[in-house]
């Protein structure tokens, strides 16, 4: 291993983390892929962190606030944080004072039942996609119970 394979696995760790963030997992992964060594990928991935350049934590809040405004529930986003590398400590850190967004929830209703609550079915359709979306059924049935509130109103 020669100070040339080490520098070039940073280069290549600086070269992705211009393109978009990632988890060090992802990065690891990925400067494997194109062939790095083992070492030279650890070291990359060693001398970023230590300047503050690749966090896990600060990619994992990220990850939270952008699928949060996307509507997606608090279980799409661990998902979608363990998909990426985030460990578990992490995903949990980060998640613990996340609280679904009700005006959300009512608008992803409105989206799918068009005031009309008249049809069993398309109520349990709305429901099945919240929850695909990662939401409880606790968080569904609280904006189930708003909506139908604000429709009588």
Do not use: N, P
Not at 19 to 45: C, M, N, P, T, V
Not at 59 to 66: D, K, P, Q
């Amino acid at each position: 291993m020669t100070e040339e394979d080490y520098r070039r696995a940073l280069d290549a760790a600086a070269k992705q983390l211009s393109y978009r963030a990632l988890s060090i997992s992802q990065l690891r992964d990925k400067l494997l892929e194109k062939g790095h060594e083992e070492e030279a990928a650890d070291y990359a991935i060693a001398w970023l962190t230590e300047r503050g350049m690749l966090c896990d934590r600060t990619f994992a809040e990220s990850v939270v606030r952008t699928y949060a405004a996307r509507g997606c529930g608090k279980m799409r986003i661990r998902q979608e944080l363990t998909r990426r590398g985030v460990d578990r400590e992490t995903a949990d850190e980060v998640l613990v004072d996340f609280s679904a967004d009700g005006d959300k929830l009512i608008s992803l209703l409105d989206k799918r039942l068009k005031g009309d609550l008249s049809d069993r079915k398309e109520i349990d359709k709305a429901v099945a996609f919240l929850q695909r979306r990662g939401f409880c059924w606790q968080e569904i049935r609280e904006a189930l119970t708003a909506y139908e509130e604000q429709l009588s109103e």
